[in-house]
Every structure is written in structure tokens, then in C-alpha cells.
């Protein structure tokens, strides 16, 4: 069975930072892209991040660019978002993707507030 377990998620004043981490099992992590997608309260679903399976090459919305470093360790089954700077417009619902099997995790909730 395909599962993604997110984990990391807090309430944090504007300017901290959080590490998100999406635990993978039930497929061959090294060989599927993974993504990271938020969704903020009212809003539709919004795509944050990915990176390849070698994590040779990542893609950041403009959005987060500079701010958001997306990582992964192959050997540890494991995607991990990293958010410094965070501004309440982050405050959102984020899950981690497998757009390969159609898979999601059930997302972590990251607050920003003063």
C-alpha cells in the first residue's frame, strides 16, 4: 500500500522557519518524482514544489523561490521541505505528492501568526 505521512507542521511567527518532512512507503521512493502542494484556508490547492529522483534538478513556484529549498533522502525513504521567512500568506494545509501513482498524504498544517 502507497502511504505518505507528512509531519513538521506548527504555528510560528512571521519570520521563522519549519521543516517539513513527507515519510514515503510502499513504492520505490528513488524512483518517482515527489512535490510538495499547499492549500490556504478558502483557497484552491497550490503547487509549491518538486524535485526529480536523483534530486539532480528541483522546481520552486515563484512564489516561495528563495525562501522554500525542497530535499530528499533517497535512503531514508523521505521528502522534506524546508521554509525559512515564513509570512502568513505560507499559513496553509501542505501535502506531498506522488503525481506518478496519483498518491497524497494527508498534509500537515503550517500556521503563521504573530
Known amino acids: 500500500e502507497v502511504q505518505l505521512v507528512e509531519s513538521g507542521g506548527d504555528t510560528v511567527q512571521p519570520g521563522g522557519s519549519l521543516r517539513l518532512s513527507c515519510a514515503a512507503s510502499?513504492?520505490?521512493?528513488?524512483?518517482?518524482?515527489m512535490s510538495w502542494v499547499r492549500q490556504a484556508p478558502g483557497k484552491g490547492l497550490e503547487w509549491v514544489s518538486a524535485?526529480?529522483?536523483?534530486?539532480?534538478?528541483?522546481y520552486l513556484s515563484p512564489f516561495v523561490k528563495g525562501r522554500f529549498t525542497v530535499s530528499r533522502d533517497n535512503a531514508k525513504n523521505t521528502l522534506y521541505l524546508q521554509i525559512t521567512n515564513l509570512r502568513p500568506e505560507d499559513t496553509a494545509r501542505y501535502y506531498c505528492?506522488?503525481?506518478?501513482?496519483?498518491?497524497w498524504g494527508h498534509g500537515t498544517q503550517v500556521t503563521v501568526s504573530s
Open positions: 510502499g513504492f520505490t521512493f528513488d524512483r518517482y518524482a
Open positions: 524535485i526529480n529522483p536523483a534530486s539532480t534538478s528541483t
Open positions: 505528492a506522488n503525481s506518478g501513482l496519483g498518491a
